[in-house]
């Protein structure tokens, strides 16, 4: 019986390990994690934010996950979209998904992330002043 997600693995060019780090620890608020020295000496990074967990692996032939993504759900994401904004990320929001706000987000080489929110029935969807589309509609 499946009982939750250990992690999720995307993947980066070789020598791209700074710039995931300075993203995804200074950008995002995520801890980056010790892997493992057998699995060190492979290149990557891990990062976790309280039981999330983002693998980073090193890939010779990387093409960015631009359509399978981690959706990662987020409190006060209005504040977190603005933390984002504010480091230079850039964020595209989406309202099609009943009961939540969302938005989507590129790391460094430019694998997609989908952040989100749940909203409960009685508490409208309040649009944020900075509405765009996206470029091109990942789909969940």
Known sequence: MLTAFDHVQLTAPPGTEDALRAYYTDVLGMTEVPKPPPLAARGGCWFQAGPVQLHLGIEADFRPARK????????GIEAYADRLESRGAKVV????LPGHRRFYSEDPVGNLLEFLEPV?????????ESVSEPESEPAA
């Open 68 to 75: 399978a993504h981690p959706g990662l759900r987020v409190t």
């Open 120 to 128: 409960s029935e009685s508490e409208p969807v309040s649009e944020p």
């Open 93 to 96: 929001w989406d309202h099609d």
